[in-house]
């Protein structure tokens, strides 16, 4: 039977189990720059897993995917952290698993943001590749880099019949 995944709207609280939603609303901030600036400070942390692993920096272009979704894979990020910052304040969707060997489609649970939320998966979090809800859509990307593989994929067996709705009223 097929299963229909709806996001859901993304929350601290919802994502807290996979990482941490980068936003200003709801978050603690202190004055810098003579009272003239908000910082709001270490919303989150860049995960490393090896002592010469370096933080990096990309910008994602990502192209709109035909919504449903069939769900075929997830994958995640032994080694390091991974964090995607809207640049267009455009919501976009967000797919995870718990954490495990494998994703377990129990768990499966989907997102979306309201264009000014960022999230940073924590490290080997389950997720699909970033799902942009617009025809083209740009990224902050922060990352880790270094040796060793960082990206697991999970293909789910071909009986798998998940989708994902794209949560945008059409
Ligand atoms: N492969 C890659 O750099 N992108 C994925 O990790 C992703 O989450 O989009
Ligand atoms: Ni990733």
């Known amino acids: 039977m097929q299963r229909i995944i709806t996001p859901e709207p993304l929350t601290k609280a919802r994502f807290a189990p996979y990482g941490d939603v980068i936003e200003t609303e709801g978050s603690d901030f202190f004055m810098i720059n003579n009272g003239s600036t908000q910082r709001f400070h270490r919303l989150s942390e860049v995960m490393l897993g090896k002592p010469d692993d370096r933080a990096i920096i990309s910008i994602f272009r990502a192209q709109k995917l035909t919504y449903p979704l069939p769900i075929k894979m997830l994958e995640r990020h032994p080694l390091g952290s991974q964090a995607f910052i809207p640049l267009k304040q455009k919501p976009f969707l967000i797919l995870v698993a718990e954490p495990g060997d494998q994703p377990d489609p129990e768990t499966i649970r989907a997102f979306i943001t309201n ?56």
């Open 115 to 170: 264009g000014h939320q960022g999230i940073n998966y924590h490290t080997g979090v389950w997720h699909h590749p970033v799902l942009s809800c617009e025809a083209e859509d740009d990224f902050l990307i922060v990352d880790r880099e270094g040796d060793g593989n960082n990206c697991d994929e999970h293909y789910f067996s071909d009986d798998s019949d998940m989708v994902l709705e794209s949560g945008i009223p059409s």
